[in-house]
């Protein structure tokens, strides 16, 4: 049974940085996808905001090239994102993603609420 486990998330002002990491127990193919996605209020639907796969191939939304980072580290089965220079659009519930043929798991979630 695979689990994800976020943390990072919080309360901060405009042009601030938060970073999020999501830690995944259990036994994952070593060639996976790992991303972070994202609800913000009122949507119905998750926005894929950044993945980067086993080989370090990246993707990037473009509402965040130049202000995200996402980073892994596959000996912890754990990837990171990074979060510059945030906007209050940037408010909203993020999740962890693995894919990892044919299975997809996701964490829990973790509030980012960023004041203007």
């Known amino acids: 049974q695979v689990q994800l486990v976020e943390s990072g998330g919080g309360l901060v002002q405009a042009g601030g940085s938060l970073r999020l990491s999501c830690a995944a127990s259990?036994?994952?193919?070593?060639?996976?996808?790992m991303a972070w996605y994202r609800q913000a209020p009122g949507r119905k639907q998750r926005e894929l905001v950044a993945?980067?796969?086993?080989?370090?191939?990246?993707n990037y939304a473009d509402s965040v090239k130049g202000r995200f980072t996402i980073s892994r580290d596959n000996a912890k089965n754990t990837v990171y994102l990074q979060m510059n220079s945030l906007k209050p659009e940037d408010t909203a519930v993020y999740y962890c993603?693995?894919?990892?043929?044919?299975?997809?798991?996701w964490g829990q979630g973790t509030q980012v609420t960023v004041s203007s």
């Open positions: 993603n693995i894919f990892s043929t044919p299975r997809v798991y």
């Open positions: 993945s980067m796969t086993s080989g370090g191939s990246t």
């Open positions: 259990g036994t994952i193919f070593s060639s996976n996808v």
